[in-house]
């Protein structure tokens, strides 16, 4: 597991280091420029020094030098480039030189010579560099040797500042395992570090949204259990009734009703299996990954699905015209129950001999489906509340589950589509499923081989 207290006393240790090596970097050019500057001007006034010294050749020459001196070379040439004097003897002396400061190297080592002329003899001063390189590394060493013994100590201090920076999320975990699925309150905000707040905010929406969706089940399973409880009490007593029919006939009625109760109870079931696997992070939204697919099609293989049932009530289903652009990305099953439940529902609702009309296309606001039918219609009043679970109109003869329009809007909420209801052009209701610009899917822009199946007499 990743630590953030370590990584810090790394990061911070490693910048420390490292900002201290180059402190000693620019700490050791410093004082080699320095020593330099120093040393040239020893080498100087060394040479001056001797300027009015007389060197003959084979005499003996005792100049007394100090002790800071003895890292000189010290030597006298006449004008024919006779040495008259070598004050230390070395290897790789450099010979002799142009006048003025120069750098050296004779192969053994790099020079630092000062030469000078007087009374015709030349003088020439000379002191290898790594005495001048010594002396700047250690001086460089001697101010950073310092810091490098105080990094175990402040590794220690790093430690405790950051753990100490760090007890707000503590505290925000500890308020986090307190909390139940009954108890979701929002964690404090005060005495928050600011860098903090973002966090406890996304974890306060995370846990408003955990809080509506616990609720929303709850709820969800009271009505469930509630809806359920009618239709199975009453083929409780049908069953009843049929046990005590007198007769044939009688019990053919009873067991009858007891079909179509049966009938009526697992559509029930079915609409609410349907609805919660369409719920946001349910298992069966991963069965279907989305994909390019034509709303025609869907249309098409609906309405043809959908024909008995409009025919056993004299009702013209079919497909009206529509731009043909209905190209969309999406899962092609949950549509497919979309647009089941709105025509069944425009179907259920509309009287005998009545018409439903089914289109889909795209226009400037992006791809659409659109059912409208000529039956009673949705009261501007109530049509917010047709999506609520298991609402029911109480001036509805129709039983239903009141979960169609429920699932048409948790799955157009998945495409990214807005449900929009109103006055159809027949005079009943219009339900328009509008999607997304950007759900609209590039291919060929062509009404698909399925309006062939179609019923006839309807413009394709």
Sequence with gaps: MTSIRRQLLLALLSVITLTTLLGALATYRTARDEANAMFDYQLRQLALSFRDQV??????HNFALDGDAQDFSIQVWRP????????HPR???????????????????????????QRGQTIQVAQPMHS????ALAAALRTVAPFLLMLPVLGVLIWVVVGRGLRPLDAVARAVSTRTAVALDPLPENRVPSEVVPLVRALNELLDRLKHALQAQREFTADAAHELRTPLAALSLQVQLAERA????ARAEAFGELKGGLRRATHSVQQLLTLARQEPGSGGQAEHIPSPLRLGELVAAVIAAQLPLAEAKDIDLGAAAGSGEDMLDGDEEALRILIT???????????????????????????FIEVSDSGPGIPAEDRQRVFDRFYRRAQ???????LGLAIVKTIAERHRATVQLGEAALGGLRVRVQF?????????????????????????
Excluded: H
Aim: net charge neutral.
């Design 55 to 60: 060197f003959r050749s084979g005499g003996q």
């Design 80 to 87: 024919d480039g006779t040495r008259l004097y070598l004050s």
């Design 91 to 117: 290897d790789g002396l450099p010979d002799k030189t142009p006048l003025g400061f120069a750098t050296i190297d004779t192969g053994r080592g790099k020079w630092r010579v000062f030469g000078m002329q």
């Design 132 to 135: 001048r390189d010594e002396l």
């Design 246 to 249: 007198p007769d044939a006939a």
């Design 341 to 367: 439940n709105l025509v069944g529902n425009a179907i259920r609702y509309t009287p005998a001999g009545g018409r439903v009309d089914v289109a889909s296309g795209a226009d400037e606001s992006g791809v």
């Design 396 to 402: 509805s003869d129709e039983a239903g589950s009141g």
């Design 436 to 460: 997304e610009p950007c759900a609209a899917s590039s291919g060929p822009r062509a009404f698909s081989r399925a309006a062939a199946s179609l019923p006839p007499g309807r413009p394709s």
